[in-house]
């Protein structure tokens, strides 16, 4: 069964996280989605990450990070600084619906590739700009990564215990937040283009701006408030409780959204009255008094087993789970039964398991077909394609231009 996109090409000139993650969503959506790499090493993140081991713990010469943002693609080596690279770049732009690339502004105006130039060859291409500030302001020149913007952005200003300094997020979340967007609005783009307009058009996006939008109602809080929300552990500054605790055994997380849910929460730790009191008996007034109200809840849970008190608050409706490692989180029945880690097989790396995109259409499939390329994997396949011949990239080969 096909994708929903697999009448959509994309052109993948994207490398590390952010476009490389929209390339894959595209990708697992059903589309082609042919990766533009130098013929000198390609991606980068094919020397990040953790090394990833054969079923024996061996090196596979892969990388987690490669592995786990770019299944789905083709490959194709290019020397983008020869003009028979940028040639071939043109021809294969020519032909797609969509161009990612994250190159740092300016540089793909250099080469004859920037929006401008493409869309007088290919005027329906919707062409995605992703960047660490965008395209104007007075940062625009500047590179960046993940943690420069967690910290820019003021998410680090909110994350951490409130004694401690900040801590990142575990992992590239501005890359992943600005991915997504990308995604979102490279869709629209292509609706507006087959719906509207029969064009295509330019898409700025920047971590910095999506990761500050990312905040949500945390940087609503303070437009409304003007208070700066303060760094707060695993609790809400907006909903009590809602924040881990200790049991005997290992913490639990709670989050308790209403008052009806507060007060069998209440009675099942036998907090007799305090569901009544009127310094608990609503969310607002608990909040207000949470430095009252954490200490009885947390003596009440921390001599429980946690899987026991977990199993009991779910039997009871109170929202509540286990802090799982990733072994944990895997092992669960419901990820298995959501069938979030699946398998493909690599020309390197042999049977690779994978986290499987999790979006589910009643109508089509989303599941990887390909596992993430080798370099210049499918450099030949490709540019046949597009017409040349077997001498022609023999010679190409020969002057460096593709690999």
């Not at 690339?101 to 995605?128: H, I, Q, W």
């Not at 998410?155 to 501005?174: C, H, K, N």
């Not at 308790?256 to 009544?276: H, K, S």
């Not at 087993?305 to 039997?315: G, I, K, P, R, S």
């Amino acid at each position: 069964m096909a994708g929903c996109l697999d009448h959509i090409r994309v052109i993948d000139l994207s490398r590390v996280f952010a476009g490389p993650w929209a390339g894959q969503m595209l990708a697992d959506f059903g589309a082609d989605v042919i990766k533009l790499e130098h013929v000198k090493g390609g991606d980068d993140v094919r020397r990040m990450g953790v090394p990833h081991l054969n079923a024996d713990g061996a090196p596979t010469g892969e990388t987690s990070s490669f592995l786990a943002m770019n299944r789905g693609k083709r490959s194709v080596a290019l020397d983008l600084k020869s003009p028979e690279g940028r040639e071939i770049a043109r021809e294969l732009i020519e032909k797609a619906d969509v161009l990612i690339e994250n190159f740092k502004t300016g540089t793909l105006a250099r080469m004859g590739l920037d929006y401008e130039t493409v869309a007088s060859l290919n005027p329906r291409l919707v062409y995605c700009s992703i960047t660490g500030f965008g395209q104007t302001g007075p940062m625009a020149h500047l590179p960046g990564y993940d943690p420069i913007f967690q910290a820019m952005s003021g998410l680090l200003s909110i994350t951490g215990s409130s004694e401690d300094e900040p801590a990142l997020v575990g992992y590239s979340i501005s890359d992943i937040t600005a991915g997504q967007y990308a995604v979102a609005a490279i869709l629209a783009a292509l609706n507006h283009r087959d719906a509207v307009s029969g064009e295509g058009q330019f898409i700025d996006i920047a971590l910095l701006d999506t990761q500050i939008h990312a905040a949500s109602h945390m940087a609503m809080n303070y437009l409304s408030s003007g208070k700066l929300p303060r760094r707060n552990g695993t609790a809400s500054q907006i909903t009590c409780p809602w924040q881990a605790f200790d049991c005997a055994d290992r913490p639990i997380m709670i989050a308790i959204g209403n008052d009806p849910q507060f007060r069998r929460f209440a009675d099942y730790l036998g907090l007799e009255g305090v569901a009544d009191d009127e310094r608990y008996a609503t969310n607002l007034a608990r909040v207000q008094n949470a430095d009252t109200l954490v200490p009885l809840i947390a003596e009440k849970l921390a001599a429980r087993n946690a899987d026991a008190t977990y199993a009991e608050l779910e039997a009871i409706g109170i929202p509540a789970g286990p802090l799982n490692s990733f072994e944990d989180t895997l092992q669960m029945p419901q990820v298995k039964a959501r069938e979030l880690v699946r398998q493909l097989d690599h020309p390197n790396a042999g049977r690779v398991n994978y986290i499987a995109n999790p979006v589910r259409f009643s109508g089509d499939p989303v599941a990887a077909t390909r596992p993430p390329p080798l370099l210049a994997e499918h450099t030949d396949e490709v540019l046949r394609e597009i017409g040349l011949t077997e001498e022609r990239i023999a010679e190409l080969r020969g002057t460096g231009a593709i690999a």
